[in-house]
T-cell receptor, first 113, second 114 residues
Framework: GDSVIQMQGQVTLSENDFLFINCTYS??????LFWYVQYSGEGPQLLLQ?????NKGSSRGFEATYDKGTTSFHLQKTSVQEIDSAVYYC????????????FGSGTQLTVMP | EAAVTQSPRNKVAVTGGKVTLSCNQT?????MYWYRQDTGHGLRLIHY???????EKGDIPDGYKASRPSQENFSLILELATPSQTSVYFC?????????????FGSGTRLLVI
């Protein structure tokens, strides 16, 4: 069935470090892929969308690239700041036709000043 | 501004009691969703709806019912609440398959069943 896998439950970095969060998916067809960010006490909000048409998405200094060969769409940022501390979720709209948004288990990012 | 509003923000319920969580959206989206969020599990889909009068089971529907009386409103109902249903619940709306297919989430309802 459709699934999204995030292996990194927690990541701790210092300001100006490079961020890389790994995400892989499993589905048939061509999925629509997202990265959501959730700040403490709030609901998830869209960070960026990656389409199979352009293979890339970017927003607020974050970038994700879709790789059909490895079924991955990792999130990266060159230089993180303390305000980036949040939970990051990769997500996918299932290709089964039900339009379910399937989430990975989330990565808690903590950026130390 | 288009939004998804959940109520209540916090709820304490007793085991065996009935709980109704409400969600209202002003996005004019056809689809609405209820998720629960638990540590280590991320967000898991409970029920969703394609429009007024429609409800569909998600991945973890047991112990929950849903109601979509109108385009704007989607409720999650726990007929007999249990402590295992203690969680944070999120409602979302979206129109996947369109040019702007992201989902908009509410701020969540924190439910404690004692």
């Amino acid at each position: 069935g459709d699934s999204v896998i995030q292996m990194q439950g927690q990541v701790t970095l210092s300001e100006n470090d490079f961020l890389f969060i790994n995400c892989t998916y499993s589905t048939t067809g061509y999925p629509t892929l997202f990265w959501y960010v959730q700040y403490s006490g709030e609901g998830p909000q869209l960070l960026l969308q990656v389409t199979t048409a352009n293979n890339k998405g970017s927003s607020r200094g974050f970038e994700a690239t879709y790789d059909k060969g490895t079924t991955s769409f990792h999130l990266q940022k060159t230089s993180v700041q303390e305000i980036d501390s949040a939970v990051y979720y990769c997500a996918m709209i299932a290709s089964s036709g039900s339009w379910q948004l399937i989430f990975g288990s989330g990565t808690q990012l903590t950026v130390m000043p | 501004e288009a939004a998804v509003t959940q109520s209540p923000r916090n709820k304490v319920a007793v085991t065996g009691g009935k709980v109704t969580l409400s969600c209202n959206q002003t996005n004019n989206h056809n689809n609405m969703y209820w998720y629960r969020q638990d540590t280590g599990h991320g967000l898991r889909l409970i029920h969703y709806s394609y429009g007024a009068g429609s409800t569909e089971k998600g991945d973890i529907p047991d112990g929950y019912k849903a109601s979509r009386p109108s385009q704007e409103n989607f409720s999650l109902i726990l007929e007999l609440a249990t402590p295992s249903q203690t969680s944070v619940y999120f409602c979302a709306s979206g129109d996947p398959g369109t040019a702007n297919s992201d989902y908009t989430f509410g701020s969540g309802t924190r439910l404690l069943v004692i």
